[in-house]
């Protein structure tokens, strides 16, 4: 396809369509792309009805979709700049689609049905209709979902989740004095027994490793080919650090930045907005290995004291050199006691790490786990705490 800025424009156009609560991720973008591969993009009506076909999944989706559709074409038709369409079509969709007739609201509750199937045949066309349901297994169903495929109502339930993990703990040298369940501290047992009882020994003193945390840093993609990924990754972090985890975070799309302290603030909304506030290159390119060379020469003599665990969250679509980024993951392995990756990709059970950037991170990390959904993001932190390695490396062979 050789129109590059109709490229550009066609994928701020599904990022667009995301925001507006479609189900629409890479997998989706891939197939956009795969579909004008065969069909050209000579005819409109063509490419609408290709894209249509790979982005709607819901019958009351056509109709804001055919609306997006003409309002990002009518105004970000030769736009070169992909920020300037994307938030051209937010706007535009956003008003014109407020001020004419809303679509129908469908709310889906229920058990044991599909959710994707059509409403009961006996509705009225265009009219909203109400499926009940019972149980409480929503919020478990939930916590699996593809972030890519996740609503905006969806979004507002995951401000309100917290991190079921437990933190990563290191032995110490030191000890410290317990009732039970250490080892007999039998030097103090019997010098306390010849001070106060003449010998006898009638209390006997334990005593036990001390623990303490084991730092991890986190350092997530937050380039445009990771955008649902990524804030769901960000609200993870948000949760270890409002559960007093010891985490330190940073983000890089053509920079790297640190934003550990705007995710020290109480309240989910604001903390992420800061965040972003923090991290002006979001949703931009994929520089990994100019982001690790910055952290290596900038963060990591502070943030890697104490063996910390490094966790890489990306999915390896890298557009720099391979050679340079094998390197920069190697010495940056050297300095941490770890080296993790988070791949979003990994939740695809046909995904195999192709691509130039995703194949250095396979053979360099001691260990791959899947990051799609907030229930990953957990058994790959728990994967973390228990010390398995390779798990999940077997999905990338």
Known sequence: MAASPFVANLLAFLRGLRRMGFSVGPGEARLVLLALQHTGIEDPAVVRDAVQAVVVKRAHEVALFRAAWRVFFQNARGVRDAWL?????????????????????????????DERAAPPPDETAGSPWVWMKTGASGDERLRHRDAAAMTPAEWDQVRRWRARVRPLWRPTRRTLPVHRGGRLDLARTLRKAAAGTGGEPIEWIFRKTRRKQRPVVLVCDVSGSMDPYSRMALRFAHALLAAGMRVDVYVFSTRLTRITPALRLRDPDRALQEAVWAAPDMSGGTRLAEALAAFRQVHAPRALRDGATVVLLSDGLDAGEPEALETEITRLRRLARRLVWWNPLLGDPGYRPTARGAAVLARQVDAAHPAHAWASLEAAWTALVDGGRLAGRHQQQ
């Open 85 to 113: 369409a994307l938030n051209t079509l937010s706007a535009q969709v956003a008003r014109r689609w407020q001020t004419g007739r809303e679509v129908p609201q469908v709310v889906w509750l229920g058990r044991g049905r």
